[in-house]
């Protein structure tokens, strides 16, 4: 963008434009090292994005951020490969943070981190979560249980009374 100020100064300034969606996560486990053991913690986020962001995704100039409790983990442009219906990042055996990545055209998307450290988020609770691509960023808190699963509160507790009256019944 240039400004011309009519003295025949101008100045030349770089303007990046962010915009929020909506981030749903429809599953979310974590499985801490029961030995205490650092780098040994994993996680796995499955979720929706519109698909209007990723109609604008171009895997060649757009950089994607995972936070996970604010642990971000960043993949540069070119990180993700086309593959039938989906974009996907797999990371080389081994590797510590986000191992697997797929991102569905229709913004379903399935993270798996693995030899994480996640000792400085604090279970059970809120955890924080976001998802950049490109310059869409959105994010949400997860509500994880006791079992450090996602809880879905009073409709998963009344799912779970129905099917127990409903088989109490069929006896």
């Known amino acids: 963008m240039t400004d011309d100020d009519g003295a025949g100064d101008s100045s030349t300034a770089q303007v990046t434009v962010e915009y929020e969606y909506e981030l749903s ?3 979310t486990r974590v499985r801490l090292d029961r030995r205490h053991r650092s780098n040994r913690d994993r996680y796995d ?3 929706r994005v519109p698909s209007s962001v990723l109609d604008c995704f171009n895997s060649e100039t757009d950089e994607l951020t995972v936070s996970f409790g ?3 983990q960043d993949f540069p442009a070119g ?3 086309r593959k039938d219906d989906k974009w996907q990042y797999k990371a080389p055996r081994g590797a510590r943070g ?3 990545f797929d991102l569905r055209d229709d913004g379903r998307f399935k993270i798996q981190a693995r030899y994480m450290d996640l000792a400085s988020i604090h279970f059970p609770g809120y955890v924080s979560f ?6 869409a960023i959105g994010d949400t808190d997860i509500q994880l249980d006791r079992n450090l699963r996602l809880h879905r ?3 998963k507790v009344k799912e779970k009374l129905r099917q127990f009256l409903s088989r109490w019944r069929n006896h």
Do not use: M, T, W
């Not at 976001?130 to 310059?135: E, M, Q, R, T």
């Open 70 to 72: 604010g642990i971000p």
């Open 45 to 47: 986020v499955d979720g």
């Open 130 to 135: 976001s998802l950049s691509i490109g310059p």
């Open 98 to 100: 986000i191992r697997k």
């Open 153 to 155: 509160g009073r409709a």
């Open 79 to 81: 990180s993700f490969v």
């Open 25 to 27: 996560v429809n599953k």
